[in-house]
């Protein structure tokens, strides 16, 4: 069982940048389609992105589409999420999760997920 523990999130102001990193351990992420989403207060969770297995197709939540990046080291058993001109409404707790199935855009799908990372975006 693959255990992913989040890392990178803080507090920043509106416009800065940040890369959150999500380490594996227990499994090879190699075998997993990768995910990132966000769960603001009072909201429910929210797909941010989502990357295939080799790296090859990403997809993207139209709210973040042209400031975050996703992407993959396969070799460092670790998932990247680079955030850039980060708005207020950005702040949530941050998860990734894996999922030995095809990417997708649905929490539901996914069958391993970390603790969260907190962004918090002052303006």
């Known amino acids: 069982q693959v255990q992913l523990v989040e890392s990178g999130g803080s507090l920043v102001q509106a416009g800065g940048s940040l890369r959150l990193s999500c380490a594996a351990s227990?499994?090879?992420?190699?075998?997993?389609?990768m995910g990132w989403f966000r769960q603001a207060p009072g909201k429910e969770r929210e797909f941010v992105a989502a990357i295939s297995r080799s790296g090859g197709m990403t997809y993207y939540a139209d709210s973040v589409k042209g400031r975050f990046t996703i992407s993959r080291d396969n070799a460092k058993n670790t998932v990247y999420l680079q955030m850039n001109s980060l708005k207020p409404e950005d702040t949530a707790v941050y998860y990734c999760a894996a999922t030995r199935r095809v990417v997708s855009v649905t929490p539901g799908v996914y069958d391993y997920w970390g603790q969260g990372t907190q962004v918090t975006v002052s303006s």
């Open positions: 227990g499994g090879w992420l190699n075998n997993y389609a």
